[in-house]
């Protein structure tokens, strides 16, 4: 699964195991309970969630979180 990280300065990749939409919801609202910087949002996912950040830009993803509007969904 890939996940875009949609923010206000950089969109971010990352990439782990696949979960349901509803489920990808959850754990973000839980990891955005435990940090109030956004620059932290994305590390702390990944290291909840064991999903890894990938250096290419601009992949199709398999779902977005949208930080400046707390949405998280499926693109397209």
Known sequence: MIIRIDGYA???FIS????????VREMYRHAMTMTYEMEHF???FCRL???????EI??????????DTDLVYRPG
């Open 10 to 12: 950089e969109d971010i």
């Open 16 to 23: 782990g195991r696949s979960y349901p939409v509803k489920k």
């Open 42 to 44: 994305p590390d702390l």
């Open 49 to 55: 969630y064991r999903f890894d950040r990938l250096d």
């Open 58 to 67: 601009d992949l199709d993803s398999d779902v977005v979180m949208d930080v």
